[in-house]
C-alpha cells in the first residue's frame, strides 16, 4: 500500500513537471521576441481580401503541396568545410551611382543589391546562429561578409520570409535605423512592427502585388513554400520572391521555393530579368516542393530567360543533407549543358554588372 502510495505522488509530481514544461514552452512562444508576434484576427480578414489563397486562416500555395514528399537522404561526410572558407568582409561600402548595378553575396541568402543609387538588403541575416537563441540551433560556418557595425544606410530591405534563416531578429534590431523601408510579404509587417520598427517603413504586399520606393518598382512573386515561427502558427505569414526594376536594370530573386511555371511567369510579365539569384542548396528529395536543387534553380534561371544567374541559399548554414559545395558544382555543371550564363562570386565579392563575365572563378575546389 505505501509503494502504491509512493508510485502515485511520484506521477502526479511528474505530471505537474510536464505541465510546467509545457506551460513555459507556450509562454515562450507567446512571448519571446525573437519568435515575433503573429497577424491578428483583423489582419487575417484583411488577407482574405488580398489574395484567394488565403482561406482556413492560413496561406496556401498556388498547387497541391506537401512538406515532405520522400525519406532524407543519408547525410553526406561532409557536410561542413574542414578548411575555412575564403569570405571578403565588406567594411566601408559606397553607394553606385543611377545606371550601375552591383551586388555582393553575403553567404546561404542575404545580399546586397545596390541598383541606381540605392542600397537593398534580401533577408538580411548577420548572426552567428538562424535560430531564435544564441545558444543553439544552426552555427554559421563562414564569416559574416558584412558585420552589423558596417552595414550602410539601407533604402530598402526585403524579406522573403519568416523563416530563422531569412528573418533575423538580431540583425533586424541592429540595424533599424540605417533602414528606410521594408517591402515584405503580408504578415511579415506584423513581426516587425512587433520589434519596434515603425509602420510607416512597412509595405506588405501579397502575390503580384506592387510599390514603387525612390524610383524602384518592388513586386512580390509567387513561390512554393511555407512559413512560421511559430511551430503552432504555420503559414499565417506570406513567402515569395522579389522582382526589382528602376527603369534600366531588373532583379529577380526567387526566395525559397521549389520549382514550378512560375519563373516562365516571371518572364511572360516583365520580359528578360538582368540577374536572377536563386534558391539553390538545402534542399533533400524528402521536402522536393520546398527547395529546388541546383539542376532545377538553373533551369528556373532558364525559364525566367535570365541574362545572368547566380546560385544561393549556400555558403553559410546547413540544414539539409548534401555537401558544402554541392551547390555550386552541380549548377556549374546544369548552367553548361542548358546555355545558362552563371556567376559565381566569392562571399563579400562585389559584382559589377557591367564586369559580370569575369566572376566565374570556381573558388570552392580545393576546399576541404
Known amino acids: 500500500m505505501k509503494l502504491l502510495k509512493i508510485g502515485g505522488i511520484t506521477v502526479i509530481v511528474l505530471i505537474g513537471i510536464l505541465l510546467v514544461i509545457v506551460l513555459a514552452a507556450l509562454l515562450l512562444l507567446h512571448f519571446y521576441p525573437a519568435i515575433g508576434k503573429t497577424p491578428d484576427k483583423e489582419a487575417l480578414a484583411e488577407y482574405g481580401?488580398?489574395?484567394?489563397l488565403f482561406y482556413d486562416g492560413i496561406f496556401h500555395n498556388e498547387n497541391d503541396y506537401s512538406v515532405m514528399t520522400g525519406d532524407m537522404h543519408s547525410g553526406s561526410d561532409r557536410l561542413y568545410p574542414e578548411d575555412t572558407i575564403p569570405v571578403i568582409k565588406n567594411t566601408d561600402i559606397h553607394r553606385e551611382s543611377a545606371g550601375d548595378l552591383a551586388v555582393t553575396w553575403c553567404g546561404h541568402s542575404s545580399i546586397l543589391v545596390q541598383l541606381g543609387d540605392q542600397n537593398i538588403f534580401l533577408d538580411p541575416i548577420l548572426s552567428e546562429r538562424a535560430s531564435p537563441v544564441g545558444f543553439a540551433g544552426p552555427e554559421r560556418f563562414?564569416?559574416?561578409?558584412?558585420d552589423l557595425d558596417d552595414v550602410p544606410e539601407i533604402d530598402v530591405i526585403f524579406i522573403s520570409h519568416d523563416h530563422y534563416d531569412h528573418l533575423d531578429h538580431k540583425t533586424i534590431t541592429a540595424i533599424d535605423d540605417r533602414v528606410g523601408a521594408y517591402v515584405v510579404p503580408l504578415g511579415i509587417d506584423r513581426i516587425l512592427s512587433g520589434w519596434g520598427v515603425d509602420e510607416s517603413k512597412l509595405y506588405p504586399l501579397a502575390w503580384w502585388e506592387s510599390v514603387g520606393i525612390n524610383g524602384v518598382t518592388y513586386t512580390l512573386i509567387p513561390a512554393q513554400h511555407n512559413s512560421g515561427r511559430n511551430p503552432l502558427k504555420a503559414n499565417v505569414t506570406l513567402w515569395g520572391g522579389i522582382h526589382m526594376d528602376d527603369g534600366q536594370h531588373?532583379?529577380?530573386?526567387?526566395?525559397?521555393?521549389?520549382?514550378?511555371?512560375?519563373?516562365?511567369?516571371?518572364?511572360?510579365?516583365?520580359g528578360a530579368v538582368d540577374l536572377m539569384m536563386a534558391d539553390a542548396g538545402q534542399y533533400d528529395?524528402?521536402?522536393?516542393?520546398?527547395?529546388?536543387?541546383?539542376?532545377?534553380?538553373?533551369?528556373?534561371?532558364?525559364?525566367?530567360?535570365?541574362?545572368?544567374y547566380i546560385p544561393i541559399h549556400w555558403g553559410a548554414f546547413v540544414l539539409s543533407t548534401h555537401a558544402w559545395d554541392e551547390p555550386p558544382a552541380l549548377a556549374v555543371q546544369a548552367a553548361e549543358q542548358l546555355?545558362?550564363?552563371?556567376?559565381?562570386?566569392?562571399?563579400?565579392?562585389k559584382v559589377d554588372y557591367g564586369n559580370i563575365a569575369d566572376f566565374n572563378e570556381h573558388w570552392w575546389e580545393g576546399i576541404e
Open 285 to 308: 528529395p524528402a521536402w522536393a516542393m520546398t527547395h529546388m536543387d541546383p539542376e532545377q534553380s538553373v533551369q528556373a534561371a532558364k525559364d525566367a530567360q535570365a541574362k545572368w
Open 142 to 146: 563562414s564569416e559574416p561578409a558584412i
Open 49 to 52: 481580401e488580398r489574395t484567394d
Open 339 to 349: 546555355g545558362v550564363n552563371i556567376a559565381t562570386p566569392r562571399l563579400g565579392e
Open 250 to 270: 531588373s532583379v529577380y530573386y526567387t526566395g525559397d521555393t521549389g520549382y514550378y511555371d512560375v519563373f516562365s511567369r516571371v518572364y511572360d510579365r516583365f
